[in-house]
């Protein structure tokens, strides 16, 4: 043992004794992947991400190889699917269908966010409203909307009606609900300052609560837009001339699963997509909330 | 008295009156008296502490001035007239969290103005008048997030003044800050104080901070909260000399006393019923 008096020397030798391998050490040392709640690097990021897609991609691949083998075209193989995407978008069928089911999916759910937004912030703000309209939305909430399909072809036809009424029945209850979260999230020394600072009701609203609910709402928007899309596969498979859904209900006749497999594929690069422009969009508009 | 009968107010009605005000919340099916009876009479421009232990009722009494808070009973009057509910003539600084994190220091200090429909220009000349008397110009376009906890009590003081309240309304507003930041901050609030000349009731649990900073102290008890002793502070002029006299170190030694003991014989009774 070194003397407590050799000051920085003796440190450094301690230090360096302290690093050579085999000595005990004090704590525990964790890898960056694998600590609860630490960030990893940026390449890691990318790399992660870049690799489980991958592995996804090669299991399909290698799955509709062996299966072709086997039996006949069950799974097609990635490039069959690149091809019958392709036919789809030269023939026009795939452009029709988009446009057809963006439309359904972006008018509903527009009617949808638009009675969240106001009803949820009422919820939200106001213990009467709150008391009004609980019980009615803890009921209404546990109808399956998609069982209310028979009864809108009934009442409402075939034609676009029935189906945007359907994605708004799908989505609204849950808008509302978690919109009224959102908003009761508003701390109360915010209400009180305004109030302090001559705002009435309808400033606070205005000034304090719709702001400070505003990226709660975009999430809100975000997360429950896959249910819209789920409502409108629901109204297409039933009764529907044109639209992404509708296309795979036809492909199943011909048998063609390469087309079924391409449309499946496009929902899920729509909703990455509406994702990401979402989680931008919050970011762009309240700077004042980013983590 | 709940109602203010009478004909015409005497003379010049006191700046703000609290006449018997009580307040008793439910807890557990339980009536708690917060606060019992308090009276207390601060004329135009005073500066007055309201000094207790956590729990004496004081936050409750300077909300019920703001009208935050409805009383149980007895009435709240600012210039003779029955305080109903929050208004910008009562301007109101809380100890934390208070800014709006989406508006710009300028837009937080401009609010009560904007709300109050005053024209663009003379609101942002006023703006600029606070931004300079608070030090705080070179972040004007910043958010709240970007600023020190200081900075954020400045912002929130030139905000609670803009809208030029009758009443400036402090409940524990440097309790968050540190020591040294504190101290800059109730000299600043000194200097705030004696340029606009404004009524201010500050609610603290820090004896040296209610003597260095008010003519007149109200020490509160609790359970029920009340007033139990008002404590003229004989000091004029502020500076960091009046720390050392020896009337403040007395004053000090008295009021740590009545705060302190008080609290103790609450808990050790506390006890006893428990």
């Known amino acids: 043992m070194t003397g407590a008096d050799d000051g920085a020397a003796g440190a450094a030798r301690a230090v360096a004794a302290a690093r050579s391998p085999g000595r005990p050490t004090r704590g525990r040392r964790q890898h960056q992947l694998l600590r609860i709640r630490g960030g990893i690097s940026l390449p890691w990021r990318i790399g992660l991400g870049v690799v489980g897609v991958a592995v996804l991609f090669a299991a399909w691949a290698i799955t509709s190889q062996i299966l072709d083998s086997a039996t006949s075209f069950l799974v097609p193989s990635p490039a069959a699917t690149w091809d019958a995407f392709v036919r789809l978008w030269q023939d026009g069928t795939l452009g029709d269908d988009l446009i057809a089911s963006v439309r359904r999916v972006v008018i509903g759910y527009a009617i949808s966010v638009a009675i969240g937004v106001v009803i949820g912030i009422a919820i939200g703000s106001f213990a009467s409203a709150e008391a009004y309209f609980e019980p009615q939305i803890g009921f209404l909430r546990y109808i399956p909307a998609t069982a209310l399909t028979p009864l809108l072809l009934l009442w409402l036809g075939i034609d676009e009606s029935p189906k945007i009424t359907l994605i708004v029945l799908g989505t609204v209850f849950y808008n509302i609900v978690m919109v009224a979260d959102v908003a009761r999230s508003v701390p109360r020394e915010l209400i009180n300052a305004a109030a302090t600072l001559g705002a009435g009701r309808w400033a606070t609203l205005r ?11 975009i999430d809100v928007t975000r997360i429950n837009l896959a249910a819209a899309w789920l409502m409108l596969v629901v109204a297409e498979l039933l009764a529907a001339q044109e639209g992404l859904a509708f296309r795979i209900v036809r492909a199943q006749r011909f048998r063609a699963i390469d087309t079924m497999f ?3 594929i496009v929902f899920g690069v729509i909703g990455l997509v509406s994702d990401v422009a ?12 980013r983590p | 008295m709940t109602a203010i009968a009478g004909p015409e107010p005497l003379a010049r009605p006191s700046k703000l ?11 557990g099916g339980r009536p708690v008296d917060a606060l019992a009876d308090v009276a207390m009479t601060v004329d135009a421009g005073e500066l007055v502490c309201l000094l207790g232990a956590s729990g004496c009722g004081k936050s409750t009494l300077l ?5 935050l808070d409805q009383p149980t009973a007895g009435a709240v009057l600012v210039d003779g007239e029955l305080v109903v509910g929050p208004g910008a003539d009562r301007g109101v600084v809380f100890q934390q969290y208070s800014l709006f994190p989406w508006l710009s220091v300028r837009r937080n200090i401009g609010f009560g103005l904007e709300l ?12 600029e008048e606070l931004l300079g008397i608070m030090h705080l110009a070179e972040h004007a376009d910043r958010l709240p997030r970007e600023l020190s906890g200081g900075m954020r009590q400045r912002v929130a003081i030139a905000r609670a003044l803009a809208p030029e309240p009758d009443v400036l309304l402090l409940d524990e507003p440097f309790a968050a800050l540190d020591a040294q930041t504190r101290r800059r901050m109730q000299d600043f609030l000194l200097t705030v104080w004696k340029r606009t000349g404004c009524t201010i009731v500050m609610v603290t649990h820090d ?6 900073v008010s003519g007149r102290i109200y020490v509160m008890t609790p359970r029920p909260g009340r007033i139990s002793e008002v404590v003229d502070v004989p000091f004029g002029d502020r500076s960091s000399a009046v720390l050392r006299d020896p009337r403040f170190l007395d004053l000090r030694d008295e009021l740590s006393e009545l705060v302190s003991s008080r609290t103790t014989a609450h808990r050790f009774a506390f006890h006893v019923e428990g």
């Not at chain 1, 000034?207 to 709402?217: A, C, Q, T």
């Not at chain 1, 979402?278 to 909330?289: E, I, S």
């Open chain 1, 262 to 264: 391409a449309l499946l």
């Open chain 2, 17 to 27: 009156v609290v006449d018997g005000v009580a307040k008793t919340f439910r807890s």
């Open chain 2, 207 to 212: 004896v040296e901070e209610a003597i260095y």
């Open chain 2, 116 to 127: 109050a429909g005053v024209p663009r220009a003379t609101r942002q000349a006023r703006v």
């Open chain 1, 278 to 289: 979402l989680r931008q969009l919050r970011t762009f508009v309240a700077r004042w909330a």
């Open chain 1, 207 to 217: 000034r304090v609560i719709v702001p400070h609910s505003i990226p709660g709402i």
């Open chain 2, 63 to 67: 909300n019920i001035i703001a009208g």
